[in-house]
């Protein structure tokens, strides 16, 4: 049984984590946020501590430590995307392994940085690419990989994830903070197209605004049109129809990419590769945030060249403004 810390235990994402941390038959000691809205815990680990200071939560981790003998193996990082690195460092310094969710840092170099640091302190740092452990994904990588070295393929990507205007009030919606909204809710798909299609050869953007992102990625064995959105208003009317507030679609040569289901233990599978010494390292990680730096640092095109045909979508004011 290993010894979990988890940090952004009020978050969305914590309770996919606590469950992962149960279900592989582990014990969360301790766990951090500064809100205090964490009666998620009471499911999984009713007696482990909470903290809403990061100074009492470091003390009381060294005082178990060393009053009572009470080793830290790992901590999972819950927490907003911009505080990824520094948690991760905290974890390294404490002697534990990290576990963090996407994105694992903002940029690059950051990437760089941490590597030198699991050198010196000997621990891991691990990345939740969980859509590399889905089956749909694992069973179009095959078929990639089966067909002839040169069929270069044609994919579209279409992400529409409703938000309302608290997003534009939380962290997500500050872009210094989330890098953006393919960063946001797009760096996991960049990663499955990584993953399976292999190096970046071309990165375009047509269209980028606080609620929508358009793009072309061209990778080795992929052509690639993108279009993500937090905005409900242009999702299908099919869609609104049948009161769905998300649309995704992935189609490979015209064809749908069947990605409904599947979801449900996929972060459990990837502590149990991590606790085997199998999870997805900072070099897995690599390709996907350097896509994602590069579409928050370009300047849009518009709409010339290989564009999503979402991406004609006449675009909005910012709500606040």
Known sequence: MKNFALIGAAGYIAPRHLKAIKDTNNELIAALDRFDSVGIMDSYFPDADFFVEPERFDRHLEKLKYDKGIELDYVSICTPNYLHDSHIRMALRRGADAICEKPLVLNPWNLDALQKMEQESGKRVWNILQLRLHQSIIDLKKKVE??????????????????????YTSWKGDFSKSGGIATNIGVHFYDMLSWIFGDVKQNVVHVQTHDRSAGYLEFERARVRWFLSINYDVIPEEIKA??????????????ELE????????????????????????????????IVHDIRNATPIGLKGEFHPFAKIETVNHPFQ
């Open 242 to 255: 049948i009161g769905q507030r998300t649309y995704r679609s992935i189609t490979i040569e015209g064809e």
């Open 146 to 167: 089966a067909a002839p070295k040169d069929k270069v393929f044609d994919v579209d990507l279409t992400y529409l994830t409703s938000r309302g205007n608290w997003y």
């Open 259 to 290: 990605f409904s289901g599947g979801f449900t233990d996929l972060h459990t599978r990837v502590y149990e590769g991590v606790l085997d010494g199998n999870g997805f390292s900072l070099e897995d990680a690599r390709q996907a945030i350097e």
